[in-house]
Nanobody, 122 residues
């Protein structure tokens, strides 16, 4: 059973940067697509970014050009570098082990981390 643990969230001023990490344990997910989602208070969880096993990436329009997803299969980890943060980026960020990624489509599994809070002050 794969377990995912996010870290790296915190409080940052508008325009600042944070780097989120997602560490996995259990069965090796190195060939799986991985994704980041976020959920703001009172809103539905939304897609942020994903990366396939061969490192093809997808991004939500709202974060393109500001966020970068990457992975290190030797460490079984996925990262989300977030630059030029805005108050509307405030949310709990979740890591997901994907079932598949085909072109622009990412398919979630039911394996999620516990989430890490990102708060951007104006």
């Amino acid at each position: 059973q794969v377990q995912l643990v996010e870290s790296g969230g915190g409080l940052v001023q508008s325009g600042g940067s944070l780097r989120l990490s997602c560490a996995s344990s259990g069965s090796s997910p190195s060939v799986n697509a991985m994704g980041w989602y976020r959920q703001a208070p009172g809103k539905r969880r939304e897609f942020v970014a994903s990366i396939s096993g061969n490192e093809n990436t997808n991004y939500a329009d709202s974060v393109k050009g500001r966020f970068t997803i990457s992975r290190d299969n030797t460490k079984m980890a996925v990262y989300l570098q977030m630059n030029s943060l805005k108050p509307e980026d405030t949310a709990v960020y979740y890591c997901n082990l994907g079932r598949d990624q085909t072109g622009p489509y990412y398919y979630t599994s039911d394996i999620w981390g516990q989430g890490t809070q990102v708060t951007v002050s104006s």
